[in-house]
């Protein structure tokens, strides 16, 4: 299994697990980030140190360190 932090710019998937607790977890939640969601990484920053992903028609910009949390499967 991949980390989102690993996904490239254009690169479809689903969200297989969620290593991270309570605020960052539920702020995660809130935004449409869950186990069996589908998103689509919009852009990454040079240094991929922010990733732009697409959930549904929501766009999220996450830090490095919160992507590395995230477990997907390509799709």
């Known amino acids: 299994?991949?980390?989102l932090s690993e996904m490239n710019a254009g690169e479809l998937c689903v969200v297989?697990?969620?290593?991270a607790d309570g605020e960052l977890?539920?702020?995660l939640f809130s935004f449409g980030l869950r186990r069996g969601s589908h998103l689509q990484v919009k852009?990454?920053?040079i240094a991929k140190s922010t990733i732009e992903?697409?959930?549904g028609t929501t766009l999220?910009?996450?830090r490095y360190e919160e992507a590395q949390r995230?477990?997907?499967e390509n799709v």
């Open 43 to 45: 852009a990454t920053s």
């Open 16 to 19: 297989k697990s969620i290593n």
């Open 53 to 55: 992903i697409e959930i």
């Open 70 to 72: 995230i477990g997907v």
């Open 60 to 62: 999220l910009a996450l």
């Open 25 to 27: 977890k539920q702020r």
């Open 1 to 3: 299994m991949r980390t």
